[in-house]
């Protein structure tokens, strides 16, 4: 698999970055043509991402999309994706999945201004996130680990093909975990739990986080090493806080690598 991260900026887009979006591709067979293609999952769309994704895929090549929660520095370009699909080129592209806590339709329509009339009908197909569920997408499963957020929120966990060789035949399966927007919690650990990759949350400082909202480094890091992940990435970094900070935190509490997540960064794993 490869992470690509296209908008790491916490709550809101920043002078260097977009709001959270992470592009995660793999090599994978599609059984409706019987061929080998890279499949792409988006993890959130927050504002600024749409644009900034395009310089990496044709949006028209998008698989789906994962809402973590329906806060809009989340999910703020979703309508950008709903006006590429239905009056751009992607009108031509079948529904695609939009998967989300169960008030993610009505959000939508909320943020496009439209009302329940509206169905999206041609542009998605929408899918609840329920807490331990897991599902196919391609060469991907997907299954939602509860999180601890002012709304109804999930982290993401993903297994796929390890690396991102298309002459990787080995079948080795690499994981991944996204924690989306949540403090410190069991279900978030447990999702986690021995994951090659932990892309985590740090959004503020010890000083500025509230319980029950989002983690500062320092639980990011508390989570990595109880999860006993493989390495860490911290992002969702107010763009007024240190990201060092962060990642110094972290290191305090565990021993594995701690990267920062900055836009355009791409991992193989």
């Not at 790491?8 to 061929?35: F, I, K, N, V």
């Not at 973590?68 to 590429?84: E, K, N, P, T």
């Not at 999860?227 to 509490?253: D, S």
């Amino acid at each position: 698999m490869r992470l690509r991260i296209i908008g790491c900026t916490g709550s809101m887009s920043g002078p260097d970055s977009p709001a959270s979006c992470y592009l995660l591709q793999a090599h994978g067979p599609d059984e409706r043509t019987g061929r080998e293609r890279t499949w792409n999952l988006v993890l959130d769309m927050g504002p600024g991402s749409f644009g900034e994704l395009w310089r990496y895929i044709e949006p028209s090549n998008l698989d789906a999309v994962i809402f973590s929660h329906c806060h809009a520095d989340h999910m703020g370009d979703v309508i950008s994706l709903h006006v590429y699909r239905r009056w751009g080129p992607g009108a031509y592209c079948d529904p695609m999945v939009l998967a989300g806590p169960a008030c993610l339709p009505g959000r939508v329509r909320q943020i496009d201004g439209v009302g329940e009339e509206e169905s999206y009908s041609t542009e998605f197909i929408f899918k609840e996130l329920k807490d331990a569920q897991s599902w196919s997408l391609g060469p991907f499963t997907v299954s939602a680990a509860q999180a601890w957020h002012s709304v109804p929120a999930f982290g993401v966990r993903i297994s796929g093909p390890s690396g991102f060789s298309k002459d990787d035949t080995s079948g080795s399966r690499s994981t991944f975990f996204y924690t989306g927007d949540t403090d410190l919690c069991d279900s978030i650990v447990e999702g986690a739990r021995g994951v090659d990759l932990l892309l985590s949350e740090a959004g503020f400082t010890e000083e500025d986080t509230v319980e029950g909202i989002h983690m500062d480094g320092s639980r990011a890091g508390t989570l990595a090493a109880r999860a006993e992940v493989g390495r860490v990435i911290l992002t969702h970094i107010q763009p007024w806080n240190n990201p060092e900070g962060a990642r110094f935190q972290a290191k305090q509490v565990y021993s594995g690598n701690v990267e920062l997540a900055t836009t355009g960064m791409s991992v193989d794993f």
